[in-house]
């Protein structure tokens, strides 16, 4: 091999090493937090999720409540239905110590059949910062060897069931108030248009923490 041909072998190699940083950097740059929505203290973001065919949200909001009445009241599944926007019925399939749950939900939004979804949460708390952590992930495998009354609920063919789905509830003490930081993912399943999953998606984050919200503080904080 003669010098030129060294010269312009090193050449490409650099350039197609400058070409994977660059793509790289892009990569990183879509991922970012792009904020969608404000109203008033509430902000709700997008980025695309780990699949990049779907987006995730994460979605903000102070409320005028202590850390552990909030993480109670977000544990307390059988109320979801009051504040959680298209939940129309949740129920707790088991709980150990508070600590862990496997919850059934079934979610009917307009326009879109009707979703039902295995979760399990889990806490987890700092005992340093007082920060907690509800951990979200779908688990539609749990009730099928499971024998447990509790599982028979879940063998309706009537909804669609979601598979894929993970997230967390992060709160941060801030005084007398909390902050709350919802993330999650889910993948809908069935065929749904990428604008109807948006429109969607926009909705249910936003006006489940301001009804939430709205609950809470005016339970007296």
């Not at 109203?39 to 552990?68: C, H, I, N």
């Not at 495998?141 to 967390?168: E, F, I, M, P």
């Not at 709350?180 to 926009?202: H, K, M, S, Y």
């Not at 939430?212 to 005016?218: R, S, V, Y």
Request: aromatic share 8%.
């Amino acid at each position: 091999m003669t010098t030129s041909s060294i010269r312009t072998l090193v050449a490409r190699m650099f350039g197609l090493a400058f070409l994977a940083v660059a793509l790289s950097a892009c990569s990183t740059v879509s991922k970012d937090w792009q904020l969608q929505k404000q109203q008033g203290a509430l902000k709700y973001y997008t980025r695309m999720g780990p699949t990049d065919s779907l987006p995730e949200f994460r979605a903000t909001v102070d409320v005028d409540a202590p850390v552990d009445k909030v993480m109670n009241f977000i544990m307390d599944f059988s109320r979801h239905a009051e504040w959680v926007h298209g939940c129309e019925l949740s129920r707790i399939l088991a709980m150990d110590d508070f600590s862990t749950a496997y919850i059934y939900q079934v979610t009917k939004l307009p326009v879109v059949s009707g979703r039902d979804m295995i979760m399990l949460a889990e806490i987890v708390r700092d005992e340093q910062t007082k920060q907690v952590a509800i951990n979200l992930s779908a688990e539609p495998s749990y009730c099928d060897n499971n024998l447990d009354s509790h599982c028979a609920q879940t063998r309706n063919t009537r909804y669609v069931r979601v598979k894929h789905a993970a997230g967390a509830f992060l709160l941060t003490p801030k005084g007398a108030q909390t902050h709350i930081e919802w993330t999650q993912f889910i993948d809908p399943a069935g065929a749904l248009p990428d604008w109807l999953v948006r429109l969607n998606l926009a909705q249910v984050p936003v006006k489940s923490l301001r009804n939430l919200k709205d609950i809470l503080e005016a339970d007296g904080g």
